[in-house]
């Protein structure tokens, strides 16, 4: 924690190579870019107490469009800038944290097998990168996922007559959603979510940001990401 609190963003040129600026990949992402008309008004709003059919939740790294709001338009949708800008940090630290042996010990829980990983992929920042590319995406991801169970779960109990959405204050809702996205990414087991349809499916938007992503440079770290994060 002191470590994450004292360290100043410095940028890591081994790293800088292996990660395109969004300005460059613009025409790739393209087909996936979309900018609902009232997107912007809403992220200047504060937000609200409580989630409704008459609000959208505006994270820093996504958006959710409630089905409530917008039958049409809604989904999660990625705030490209600030994801783009966030993990460029993120690859940052946790390429200093690796550069410390001490910090890095207690990134691989103490654990032999895990400091060897994590020491491998320091000597290679276009694996670390791709690596810590997944689980960052599917952190967010998770995130997005539990505020549209939180509409689900309303949903149903509306049809019971028995509540509306949003059930909680927005404040609790986000806590959970925070928590969801960490026991998730904690919870997966080595090697399970880089064979995942549903991290295949989030890389194939995401991949043209990181130059010749491969899949088989992907190792799971997610006990050292959870922390980082
Ligand atoms: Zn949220």
Redesign the pocket.
């Known amino acids: 924690m002191d470590f994450a609190r004292d360290w100043r963003p410095q940028e890591h040129l081994e790293l800088s190579k292996n990660i395109r600026t969004l300005e460059s990949v613009e025409g790739a992402l393209s087909p996936h870019i979309k900018d609902l008309e009232y997107f912007n008004e809403w992220i200047r709003r504060q937000r609200p107490k409580r989630y409704s059919k008459k609000s959208l ?1 505006v ?1 820093e790294h ?1 958006i ?1 469009v409630p089905y409530h709001y917008d039958a049409n338009g809604c989904g999660i949708y990625f705030r490209i800038g600030n994801l783009w800008r966030d993990f460029h940090i993120f690859i940052n630290l946790a390429y200093s944290a690796f550069e410390n042996s001490r910090i890095l010990w207690v990134l691989a829980d103490e654990s032999d097998t895990q400091a060897l990983k994590l020491r491998r992929l320091y000597k290679n920042p276009k694996s670390l990168v791709c690596s810590l590319f997944i689980e960052y995406i599917v952190f967010h991801y998770a ?2 996922i ?2 549209h169970v939180f509409e689900d779960v309303a949903f149903l109990l509306e049809t019971m007559k028995k509540g509306k959405y949003s059930l909680v204050k927005s404040d609790e ?2 806590e959970y ?2 928590y969801v996205a960490f026991s998730t990414l904690e919870k997966y087991m080595p090697g399970v979510l880089a064979r995942s349809k549903k991290a295949e499916r989030l890389i194939s938007i995401f991949y043209p940001m990181i130059p010749k992503f491969e899949w088989r440079r992907v190792e799971s770290i997610n006990f050292a990401t959870t922390k980082l994060l």
């Open positions: 939740v994270d996504l959710y995130h997005g539990a505020h809702e986000e959603c925070r």
